[in-house]
């Protein structure tokens, strides 16, 4: 029998779509793929997402419920998102249903209409406008936001208006304000635009080829050193889209998304530009999605997530610090966002460009297998030049507070010159060990295999990896010894060694302790910027991405770290943030200093890097990974477990391995189980299975019917278990 069939995606962990029958009312007819639909599932209802309409079921026709209701007129999923979001899915074998709640914002997510979405505003009711503010004396807040609103007939957008939530809630409790919606007044554009740069011939050569190509799909690597001037690169480009009427959206690392990134952005372009991060409130991002679905918005910032935002009329993707992890998922809905915009783009048939300082092996392999096309930018703008490196080496040699003497040295020096000093290092807290100095004892988590921070300030003993945290210790557990002894330092026991060492100059620390008050990182950042603090000491967040041109010297305070870590891509990672760091130095017309101190002065990927450049560097590690076939050089996978107690995960990816292997599916290796590098984290044992493969369409195959073993699979319930494609760390 012929019927119309609803094919749905439901949030759930299921690895599939649901059949309904249309609701009663509804002409089948007018349904579009994409669309939010209301419908009973199990016990309670929800909202799903229209795939496809079917002719038939495997189910029987009455075992086949009507949906509910149907939420949208026009899809709230366009064609180009349902598709990368199912292509996805099918990619990362994450549930469909689950994919698509992550592609919408949380409000749609949860059933409101999209058109409600502008009730960002206010405006005067009938009555309220009868009210004279000088009235309101008692009243001073609420005289203001009258007045404000007075000059704004049509209604005001809630974040032009000067007052807290309160105020405005006491206004329309007495009938004189009233939310509104806001299609235009949210229209974020600047008055006036800066000027252009005039480029320099690397730059210009960059521009030319993409606005060459901007009616196709393209791939473009632009690698320029750091300074090199590619933000001016994407500017100038996106000047010529916006000149069509196109749209561009530019996708950046959480860290790398800065007040200063979108205020170049805002001061170049009178156009509407929209931002999405993180920190915005659900209708925030709400009205910001929907100036880039309607095409007001012509410049779309963001993070991650920020790849699912409907575009009107898409003229260009950019993934700036292409190579930073953070684009990559790693929870959940484990999709790159890097890998997707690509995909987007060639679907759309736009050019896109991936832009770093020290790109990915990924994108590099892809250049030489010409899949990209590359774009360098070798110098850095006007006068400034590259910052030279100077290895400091401190074995043997007296630390304070892990800073050797010469390093103090050259901070001094420095200091004394008018120069402004950065220091990294990537630990925050007083010292990353508590050790008792008569027994040994050390002080870890109860819940990780791991150690716990302490924290000087808050007189704390906290763990980074799971956030339990206790008052310090006084005396030693086990031998009551009062003589605990921090062991190795962090940020801010550096701080302490800083204020001791040059009482007189001012100092700024950054990392997540500093920063976690709204408002504050960004005060901080100014300071530094301003040059106002002449010491600054922080973890990855000081020092990727800023612009600060006072800066002469960077010290890199431990580069060990990195240089012999677990996963295969420790050195890539150490590699790219030492020259993001030392890209901080020497950015304006004073040349720029790095010192790096380490107990491996002669470890050869580190020498390389200093002596060649991250390019040479990047090739050797190219040959290495092509030596032991890992990625890029082939695909993998991993499928982590864990549990409350072993060996159940271990037992569990055992079973996942006999799965694999009764496929006979001899193009994926296997490797493993084996616990993972922290096996116990906050109270559960994790372990995991690596799939390894020369081609990726048989890796993928063999995914595609394990995971749907999985689900049936009874030992399955007993953890929690994942699947990664493509993983950014081993772990
Ligand atoms: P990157 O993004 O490669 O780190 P930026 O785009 O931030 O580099 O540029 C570094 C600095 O150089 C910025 O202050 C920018 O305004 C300036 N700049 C960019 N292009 C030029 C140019 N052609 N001439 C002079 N200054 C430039
Ligand atoms: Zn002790
Ligand atoms: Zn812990």
Redesign the pocket.
Known sequence: MIQTILRIAVPSPLYRSFDYLPPASVAANTLQPGSRIRVPFGRRKTIGILLEIARQSELEHTRLKPALEVLDEEPVLSSDILAMTQWASAYYHHPIGDALATALPVVLRRGLAVQDAGETGWRLTQAGRQVDPATLSRAPRQATVIQQLCAHPQGAPRSTLDAPAEVLRNLSNKGWIEPCTLEDAEADAAPVASTP????AA?QSAVDTVTASLKAFDAFLLE??????????YLQIIDSLIGQGRQTLVLVPEIGLTPQLVK?FRSRFTVPLAVLHSGLSDRERLAAWRQARSGKALIIIGTRSAIFTPLARPGLLVVDEEHDSSLKQQDGFRYSARDLAVWRARQLDIPIIL?S?TPSLESLFNVEHQRYRHLV?PN???A?SLPSYEILDIRKQPLEHGLGHPLLKRIAHHLDHDGQVLLFLNRRGYAPTLVCHDCGWIAECQRCDARLTWHQREQQLRCHHCGSQQPLVTNCPECQSTELRPLGQGTERVEQALAEHFPEVERLRIDRDTTRRKGELTKRLEQAHSGQARILLGTQMLAKGH?F?RVTLVGILNADQGLFGTDFRSSERMAQLIVQVA?RAG?HDRAGQVAIQTHHPDHPLLQLLIRQGYPAFARAALAEREAARLPPCSHIALVRAEAARQPVPTAFLERVRQHCEATGNTGVELWGPVPASMERRAGRFRAQLLLQAERRGELQQLLHGLVRQLEQMKEARQVRWSVDVDPADLF
Do not use: D, F, I
């Not at 740069?197 to 320099?200: A, C, E, G, Q």
């Not at 320029?224 to 690169?233: A, I, M």
């Open positions: 740069h005039n480029l320099n730059q320029g050193v750091t300074g090199s001037g590619k933000t001016e690169v170049r832009g300082a930018l850095r703008t006007g400034a612009h041109p890209g950015r």
